[in-house]
């Protein structure tokens, strides 16, 4: 049973940062992926960033010079660490775990989900 739990959401000024943190768990430890995605209302859920079982990093071009995403494998964490944050990263901040990933940044090949963090920037 995979169970995925985000924390660390909050209110920022724009300009602050922020670090979502991921428990996960149930999950196989080999040939996975564990992402980061966001949905703000009226929007499509995006994908923004992404760490794989050998520790490579991806990254949406939007993010990436101001995300970074981390995974502690032991403590079956992952962390995505959020600077200079903008009024247009404000959205609901999933993390989503899955294998076999093809394309590591789309919704659709992730089967295991988070309730979510809110996001809010002013």
């Known amino acids: 049973h995979v169970q995925l739990v985000e924390s660390g959401g909050g209110s920022v000024q724009t300009g602050g940062s922020l670090r979502l943190s991921c428990a996960a768990s149930?999950?196989?430890?080999?040939?996975?992926?564990l992402a980061w995605f966001r949905q703000a209302p009226g929007k499509a859920r995006e994908g923004i960033a992404v760490?794989?079982?050998?520790?490579?990093?991806a990254y949406a071009e939007s993010t990436k010079d101001r995300f970074t995403i981390s995974g502690d494998i032991a403590k079956n964490m992952v962390y995505l660490q959020m600077n200079s944050l903008k009024p247009e990263d404000a959205a609901m901040y999933y993390c989503?775990?899955?294998?076999?990933?093809?394309?590591?940044?789309?919704?659709?090949?992730?089967?295991?989900w988070g309730q979510g963090t809110q996001v809010t920037v002013s």
């Open positions: 989503a775990t899955g294998s076999g990933v093809i394309l590591p940044l789309d919704s659709n090949e992730y089967n295991h």
């Open positions: 149930g999950y196989h430890h080999s040939a996975y992926c």
């Open positions: 760490i794989d079982s050998d520790g490579d990093t």
